[in-house]
Structures are given as structure tokens and as C-alpha cells.
């Protein structure tokens, strides 16, 4: 994916910085990890697996906090104005 450089921005910019330094330490791990044996592939199978249970977790919390902020701004009742 290529992206226009005069329409990106600074979130963008870090957002991208973030998940490649992410990408770029994960794979220089697994090789390392992996390199050691059997013990290398217990940890990488073991942080895999901590990342996968982690992540599904802290999706999950976002989901709620995104429903209860969607909630809290619906009026639980209707609210009736007169105008005489």
C-alpha cells in the first residue's frame, strides 16, 4: 500500500513508525528465539500465544468501552417538551 505523503498525518507518520519498529522487533526475536532450539520454540509458540490471548482481551475491553460510551450518550427514556 503506498500512501500519499501530502496527505498523511502525523498520527498516521507514528502509527506507521509504531507498528513497524513492532514488526521489525517481533521477527528479529523469533529469529533469534528460534535459533536456540527447542527452548527457543517454546518461547516463540509461548508469546505468540500470549500475544493472540492478550490482544483478544484488550479488543474485547475496547468493544465494551465503545458500547457503554455509545449508551451513555442514548437517553434511556423518552423525554417529552410541551410548548404551549
Known amino acids: ?23 521489525h522487533t517481533v521477527h528479529f526475536v523469533a529469529v533469534a528465539l528460534t ?6 520454540a517454546d518461547v516463540v509458540s ?9 490482544a483478544a482481551r484488550r479488543s474485547a475491553e475496547r468493544m465494551a468501552r465503545a458500547v457503554a460510551r455509545e449508551a451513555a450518550q442514548q437517553p434511556t427514556h423518552a423525554i417529552a417538551v410541551a410548548i404551549a
Not at 500500500?1 to 514488526?23: D, E, H, K, L, V
Not at 535459533?35 to 527457543?40: C, D, K, L, V, Y
Open 1 to 23: 500500500m503506498t500512501t500519499n505523503t501530502n496527505t498523511r498525518t502525523s498520527g498516521q507518520a507514528f502509527g506507521s513508525a509504531i507498528g513497524s519498529t513492532a514488526a
Open 35 to 40: 535459533a536456540t532450539g527447542r527452548f527457543g
Open 46 to 54: 509461548g508469546s505468540a500465544t500470549g500475544y493472540q490471548t492478550t
